[in-house]
């Protein structure tokens, strides 16, 4: 069982930045790739941002390239999401997903609005 606490949301102007971690406690952070999904007002949940087990790969939406960048720090069980050069179309819950082979996890998410 993986418990997962994110944190960083908030209230931001467009062009502005925001960093969110993500907690991870309860079992091995090592054994588990992390994800960043957002799911905005009426739409669907969709991946933002990945890294392996490892941080030595990660992967991103088309409409995140450039701008946001995911990290993980092993030693503190905890992974990170900078988000740069917001947008409004940025706006909406960010959840943190922890998962390997079948298990898969989630956070409580943290809202971040972008709005001038």
């Known amino acids: 069982q993986v418990q997962l606490v994110e944190s960083g949301g908030g209230l931001v102007q467009p062009g502005g930045s925001l960093r969110l971690s993500c907690a991870a406690s309860g079992a091995p952070f090592t054994t588990y790739a992390m994800n960043w999904y957002r799911q905005a007002p009426g739409k669907v949940r969709e991946l933002v941002a990945g890294?392996?087990?490892?941080?030595?790969?990660?992967n991103y939406a088309d409409s995140v390239k450039g701008r946001f960048t995911i990290s993980r720090d092993n030693a503190k069980n905890t992974v990170y999401l900078q988000m740069n050069s917001l947008k409004p179309e940025d706006t909406a819950v960010y959840y943190c997903n922890a998962h390997t082979g079948s298990k898969s996890y989630w956070g409580q998410g943290t809202q971040v609005t972008v709005s001038s």
């Open positions: 890294i392996t087990s490892s941080g030595l790969t990660t």
